[in-house]
């Protein structure tokens, strides 16, 4: 099992994502956040603890996973830079390479992947790449958390472009 989970930017995918780590019950938990903590009561019934607070949704996760839009993902690394120091960070921004993501918090531990609306269902294909910096317990956890939402399948980062 994997300890809390925290899913920052829980709009279609994000909320896909949460839906799905709840109903596999292999999290100790998740936290949703969004800047309108309304839109995020739906999420809190199914039993995901709800935030409007990225830093400290961040810093209570052992995972956190980063599912905003490409033009917001440098914004908000930079919001949460101490709270993912040393944390495992799974970018839905398929379209930012994992460079790009280092570049920005060199010393938290990325996975840059792109879930399909199909997550909704738990029927995505979810293609997935390492950083550099990950470690092996990190592709085994990914897998855990990323088959939640379907199957899953690591691919060399230079395929993610097609994949998406």
Do not use: H, W
């Amino acid at each position: 099992m994997v300890g809390t989970v925290t899913v920052i930017g829980a709009g279609v995918i994000g909320g896909a994502i949460v839906k799905c780590l709840i109903k596999s019950k292999k999290t100790e938990s998740v936290i949703a956040t969004r800047r309108n903590l309304e839109t995020l009561i739906p999420l809190a019934d199914l039993g995901a603890n709800i935030s409007d607070n990225n830093q400290v949704a961040a810093r209570e996760a052992e995972v956190v996973f980063i599912c905003v839009k490409p033009n917001d993902i440098e914004q908000v690394l930079n919001e949460i830079k101490e709270e993912i120091e040393g944390k495992l960070v799974i970018s839905t921004a398929a379209v930012i390479p994992i460079a790009s993501l280092e570049a920005i918090m060199p010393k938290a531990r990325y996975v840059r992947t792109m879930p399909n609306i199909a997550a909704m269902v738990g029927e995505s294909f979810t293609a997935y790449t390492m950083g550099s910096t990950t470690l092996l317990e990190d592709k085994t956890t990914a897998e855990i958390l990323l088959s939640t939402m379907g199957t899953c399948m690591e691919i060399e980062e230079k395929y993610m472009d097609a994949v998406t």
